[in-house]
């Protein structure tokens, strides 16, 4: 009798979380990595690209002279490959990058937050607890200011895109969900009150569309010394019964 073909080992892979704290995960399993490890896994993490060595070692260790940057990123990667057979990083003579199956939380948000503008019926996934969180928020480190930003700029417009959709389809309590968790990420920007207005309109509720507008035109005329733009003024013109030139701004 012939014998049954063996299984094949199939190893799970690697999901890095950048949002709201670090954690490395294998399949269904948390993996304990040293703090040099960890700013070595989100470095690559937040690149896109093929890293340099040089240029990686030098942005985790600012404060130590050559060659003491590359020693200790030597040293990071050998204990990752002692430890966890390499992780989720990939070391060769051309660079350092992520392994293919490596799931990174913040390109999965982005990438359903694209799909929200291009698919009429996609990413209604797309979790708002998550869309809440910075990029390791509890981090100093300068090379990771250019992911936060862009990470808050892809959470926003989000959003925003939610409360759209959200509100075109009549939910509006998940509209005003998400148009209020956008202004809790950035008080001052008006695109996301003007959000809020149109659910308050659709709902039916003049008289909230006002209080939101004169929310958003005190916080702007106080912080940043500018009044709503004509396009928002234009949008709530109509209950105030007065032509637009005469409203008070």
Not at 21 to 41: C, K, M, V
Not at 58 to 80: C, E, F, G, I, V
């Amino acid at each position: 009798m012939a014998a049954m073909p063996q299984a094949e080992h199939v190893t799970a892979g690697y999901t890095v979380r950048l949002l709201g704290g670090f954690e490395l995960r294998q399949g269904d399993r948390t993996i304990a990595a040293s703090p040099s490890a960890q700013r070595l896994l989100a470095y690559v993490a937040t690149r896109r690209a093929l890293v340099n060595r040089g240029t990686a070692a030098r942005a985790l260790w600012p404060d130590y002279p050559d060659p003491r940057p590359a020693a200790n990123l030597r040293s990071t990667l050998w204990r990752l490959r002692r430890e966890h057979g390499g992780g989720p990083v990939l070391s060769t003579v051309r660079g350092l990058e992520l392994r293919r199956d490596t799931v990174v939380d913040v390109h999965t948000v982005h990438a359903k937050a694209a799909a929200l503008s291009s698919a009429p019926d996609a990413a209604w996934d797309l979790d708002l607890a998550v869309l809440r969180q910075d990029v390791l928020p509890d981090w100093a480190e300068e090379w990771l200011l250019p992911t936060r930003e862009w990470f808050r700029q892809v959470r926003l417009h989000a959003l925003e895109t939610l409360c759209t959709r959200h509100c075109r389809y009549g939910r509006f309590d998940a509209a005003l969900e998400a148009g209020l968790a956008a202004i809790d990420c950035e008080p001052l920007r008006e695109s996301a009150h003007r959000a809020i207005v149109r659910v308050h309109l659709a709902e039916g509720n003049p008289a909230e569309a006002l209080r939101q507008y004169e929310v958003y035109r005190r916080l702007a005329g106080s912080e940043l010394g500018l009044r709503p733009s004509q396009q928002f003024r234009a949008l709530i013109a109509h209950l105030l019964g007065r032509p637009m030139d005469a409203r008070a701004t």
